[in-house]
């Protein structure tokens, strides 16, 4: 049975204008990470390219914000770097650049050729990331959005079935799950909002649940 997964509409395109923005696509190399610190404001969009490279510093500066402002223990927001990871090289790549997963599959560095080659393909080079972030007391969110085709979320193949554990992939959703209270995706399938609450937030909801509950 495939797995379900809750769809949300993560776009809204005013609201995003308003917000301070890096393009970190057209940001001299040199000048990436010293830009990207200085981001102090609580929301903030980023645009990226569909450069692999730069994600190991988004990651870090995503991830790292979830424990500095206290949302979060430093060993979760490991964890919570994995599925921001995730969401990104989806994004990039079965998004961006509409490569299939089942190409990972095949022998040699069929799946790396084809990542470089689409960069630079007219049809896919000019596509874009969008990433949206909120930080609060009481919970941080990131919108992964790209402007691939998008796809059907509901008709994923759950990777907890037996007939698809040994597959190198189609865990990423899994992880995102896993490390995210909330995974929401947009109904089109190329946005997703991935959203850790603190713990004390998660506490008191559980305790207002279970008094409406009573």
Do not use: W
Request: proline share 6%.
């Amino acid at each position: 049975m495939p797995a379900t997964y809750k769809t949300h509409p993560t776009h809204d395109p005013i609201a995003e204008m308003r917000l301070p923005r890096l393009d970190l696509s057209s940001c001299p190399h040199g000048e990436r990470e010293e830009r990207l610190s200085k981001l102090g404001s609580s929301e903030f969009a980023l645009i990226l390219g569909n450069d692999l490279r730069v994600l190991p510093m988004v990651i870090n500066s995503l991830s790292g914000r979830f424990h500095r402002l206290g949302i979060c223990e430093e060993k979760i927001s490991a964890r919570l770097a994995v599925a921001i990871e995730e969401a990104l090289v989806n994004a990039i790549v079965h998004g961006n650049l509409e490569i299939s997963s089942i190409v990972r599959e095949q022998p040699g560095n069929v799946y790396e050729k084809m990542i470089q080659a689409r960069r630079l393909d007219p049809r896919f080079r000019h596509r874009r990331v969008h990433v949206i972030c909120r930080f609060g007391p009481r919970q941080g969110s990131v919108i992964v959005r790209d402007e691939g085709p998008g796809f059907d979320v509901m008709r994923l193949p759950d990777p907890t079935d037996a007939e698809n554990l040994s597959r190198s992939y189609g865990r990423g959703i899994l992880l995102m799950r896993a490390f995210f209270d909330d995974v929401d995706y947009s109904p089109q399938g190329n946005a997703v909002m991935l959203i850790k609450r603190s713990e004390s937030a998660s506490a008191a909801d559980e305790l207002v649940n279970s008094l409406v509950a009573g």
